[in-house]
């Protein structure tokens, strides 16, 4: 590019998300929407810890008439990186729920550790010192952010390195999250004398090139828990919710302004609907493999793609599935068959169910009269071979898409405070401080809705702590309380809160072994395939108990992804071509599941029953009916047993006078 041409440089993504591990070993996050990062050799480490999603951080140089030349690498000029972060939960107000509710349901808060007053509450907030980087592939220690201290205990809040062209990569912390003075957990959001190290905060940049120098447009970066359900993208996502404010608040030009296209406006609803199967029940059976309103089935496809007369009544039958956002009355039968900002808070209001956006909406309404067309279903290209203009529209997305877009009480990555206007800059870009203030944290005593959403208040700029301050703490204690069907009488786990993030029922890593057996018939391989298990399964236990465990043992919860292995002997289509399935749950406590053996019995399955040797419960006689030769399935039961770490507490088993 001409140095002539360049106008002013800007960082993208304007928003970029990072999320905790424990494993030293990382991948990057996605960079294109709807595009899952698979890391080899899985989302854990040969531990079985959970590698950490790294948040790379680009330059592109714009134009004087705002058009985008290309990106600036350490080829081009010398890119000094500068990042502050900070977590402010400690120090911050307590979550009720979203302040934005409106006056009658939005429910004012008190001071977190409200105990601690003045200049005390300087403790609470952890604030390592602002760090700054250049060059190619610099990884060092003088990089941490490991100063901020919480009660004057170091955090480490992660650090920075560089890639091979000098762009910066943002490293979270371990997941980490302890109790001053050994406090016990008591709330799902609150947790006084606690503290995590999810973080956010402000990535700057300066770029020289020749002579002269660029201050690049500011972005930040949310560092948020780990994501369990890998590839798989909410009913509503936080792209959703932000593009729906900038379309409709913001001048951002609608997609969709020329024409509603079903495979980009519409599909994209229905497949997530379907693809929710993998991690909650109840969407499995209703929108499941097999169900009639599989919005995969290539024959129920054929029928909602083409704008014809005669499949009005089947789109029109559909939009009336979905609930009206504009709706103030409680519509429990619509779908998504998810919770809303006002559940826990309210029952019988609009707001204890969750709506797709307004712009969602009218695309399906368009949808429904026939005023669309069908345009191509594509595949995405490699980043690298996208234009200039292409790139940085993606990486716009690409991070919030992979966020949830509700239900706000108050979520897992982000909450509702993206959704206000005063919040953003311009479209994708936030508001922020100059570079060295800090954000205010005191409001008052009380921070009610007036002030939250006044001019001056908590929204109306953002700095290091300012996005992830509002989210419960430790992040374990809400994502182990907000989980699917509270109504114990309801036919089905419905609703949902976040079940693409935090998996309510799972397909287990042992179903999908056997309904890959070709010889086992095809009802019993349905039977696998239809059983579910409780995600939360190994740290199952009364409220309390279940936030302290999942504080204790969250990475070693199995990992939903995808799975795509050759299915034998389908040729019914009954089984699904591709799976999510849990991988990598690691409370093994060196046994090995006797119901599992008991149904490879059942299935005269005997070249798969384990090494019989290395089990002592069963008898000579079994021994010596299965001593042979083994499978593959069986090498893998025994494998994983022998291979995962030890559980740090044993498996629950109901004694006599708990029955």
């Not at 399935?581 to 093994?588: S, W």
């Amino acid at each position: 590019m001409e140095l002539k041409e360049i106008c002013h440089v800007a960082i993208y993504p304007p928003v970029g998300i990072a999320r905790i591990g424990n494993s030293p070993e990382h991948f990057l996050a996605a960079e294109q929407p709807n595009v899952s990062v698979v890391p080899e050799g899985g989302y854990k480490d040969g531990k079985g810890r959970i590698k950490k999603e790294v948040a790379r951080f680009r330059v592109y140089a714009f134009d004087h008439s705002g058009d985008v030349i290309g990106e600036i690498t350490a080829s081009e000029g010398t890119i000094e990186w500068r990042a502050a972060v900070a977590n402010l939960k400690p120090a911050w107000y307590e979550f009720n729920n979203a302040l934005d509710l409106g006056k009658k349901y939005a429910i004012p808060s008190i001071r977190r550790n409200s105990d601690v007053v003045g200049g005390y509450r300087e403790q609470l907030a952890i604030k390592p010192s602002p760090k700054s980087i250049s060059g190619k592939n610099i990884c060092d220690q003088e990089h941490n952010f490991d100063d901020g201290k919480f009660y004057g205990t170091n955090v480490d809040l992660g650090h920075l390195q560089t890639d091979d062209a000098g762009r910066l990569l943002f490293f979270p912390g371990d997941g980490d999250a302890q109790s001053h003075d050994n406090l016990p957990i008591t709330t799902f959001a609150n947790n006084n004398g606690w503290h995590d190290d999810t973080c956010d905060g402000v990535i700057r940049a300066t770029v020289k090139i020749g002579d002269k120098t660029f201050e690049a447009k500011p972005s930040m970066v949310a560092v948020t828990p780990p994501n369990f359900g890998q590839g798989l993208y909410g009913v509503v996502t936080m792209n959703d919710v932000v593009q729906n404010l900038f379309i409709n608040e913001m001048g951002y030009p609608n997609p969709s302004a020329d024409g509603v296209e079903f495979w980009r406006d519409i599909y994209p609803i229905f497949e997530r609907m379907t693809n929710t199967q993998w991690v909650n029940e109840g969407f499995y059976q209703l929108f499941g493999k097999n169900s009639p309103s599989d919005f995969t089935n290539p024959k129920v496809v054929a029928v909602l793609k083409e704008p014809t007369e005669a499949n009005k009544m089947h789109r029109e039958r559909v939009f009336e599935w979905f609930r009206d956002p504009a709706s103030t009355k409680p519509e429990p039968t619509k779908v998504p068959p998810f919770y809303g900002d006002g559940f826990g808070n309210y029952t019988d209001i609009s707001l204890d169910d969750l709506p797709i956006t307004a712009t969602q909406y009218d695309r399906l309404l368009q949808w429904r009269d026939g005023d669309f067309t069908t345009g191509e279903r594509t595949s995405p290209k490699p980043f690298e071979e996208l234009s200039a203009a292409a790139q940085i529209n993606a990486l716009e997305q690409a991070g919030l898409e992979d966020c949830l877009g509700g239900p706000f009480h108050p979520g897992i990555e982000l909450t509702w405070t993206m959704r206000i206007k005063k919040m953003w800059k311009t479209p994708y870009r936030l508001n922020v401080v100059a570079e060295g203030d800090e954000i205010q944290l005191d409001f008052g005593d009380m921070l009610t809705p007036e002030i939250a959403l006044s001019e001056n208040g908590p929204l109306s700029v953002n700095g290091p702590g300012s996005l992830t301050r509002w989210m419960g703490v430790p992040w374990q204690t809400d994502e182990s309380s907000c989980l699917s069907g509270y109504t114990v009488s309801n036919y089905l786990p419905l609703p949902s809160f976040w079940a693409a993030r935090v998996p309510n029922q799972v397909f287990a890593e042992e179903g999908y072994a056997r309904i890959q057996a070709e010889h086992v018939n095809i009802a019993q391989r349905l039977k696998h395939l239809d059983f579910r298990q409780d995600w939360l399964r190994d740290i199952e236990a009364d409220h309390l108990q279940r936030l302290q465990n999942m504080v204790d043992e969250w990475h070693q919860l199995g990992i939903v992804t995808k799975q795509e292995k050759p299915i034998l002997n389908n040729e019914e289509g009954y089984l699904p071509e591709a799976s999510w399935v849990e991988m990598g749950r690691n409370f093994a406590d060196g046994e090995i599941d006797a119901t599992f053996i008991q149904v490879l019995y059942a299935e005269g399955d005997k070249e798969s029953v384990v090494k019989t040797q290395e089990i002592d419960q069963v008898s000579e006689n079994t021994r010596k009916l299965f001593v042979g030769s083994l499978s593959e399935a069986a090498d893998k039961v025994v494998e994983i047993n022998a291979d995962k770490p030890k559980s740090t507490r044993k498996r629950r088993t109901m004694r006599r006078d708990e029955r």
